[in-house]
């Protein structure tokens, strides 16, 4: 079988700055690229405190998954990336409290710096239809 491959662009969430889409799909499968905390308007949250940069991060990846015809709870696997081991709890219950009741596999990676001095980057794959 040869289904294309679908582009994803959520409006609500900035294109991005490289050579990429948001997320692909193929099938029922959605691939969201990873996501920073940059918001609609295009401002970065970079400058603002580690929670708020989750919640916009979350946001839009998100968002990203419903424009997709996906949510949380067709969220297969969540990777993080974050800044200091530090921030691992407050990023754990922001994550709880954005995902409800919703539990997929999930991996966070400690990481020494993120891309423009984001402290959190997250990506994820999951279903459609």
Avoid: C
């Amino acid at each position: 079988m040869n289904d294309p491959i679908a582009r994803i662009s959520a409006a609500v969430v900035p294109e991005p700055a490289g050579h990429y889409a948001q997320a692909t799909a193929w099938r029922d499968l959605v691939f969201v690229s990873g996501q920073l905390g940059p918001r609609s308007d295009g401002s970065h949250t970079a400058d603002q405190p580690f929670e708020v940069q989750v919640r916009q991060a979350l946001t839009n990846l998100l968002a990203i998954l419903a424009e997709a015809g996906s949510g949380p709870d067709r969220v297969l696997r969540v990777t993080a990336y974050i800044v200091g081991v530090e921030n691992w709890p407050a990023f754990n219950r922001i994550y709880a409290e954005m995902f409800g009741e919703a539990k997929p596999a999930r991996t966070v990676v400690p990481v020494p710096e993120l891309h423009h001095g984001y402290l959190v980057e997250v990506d994820a794959i999951g279903t459609r239809g």
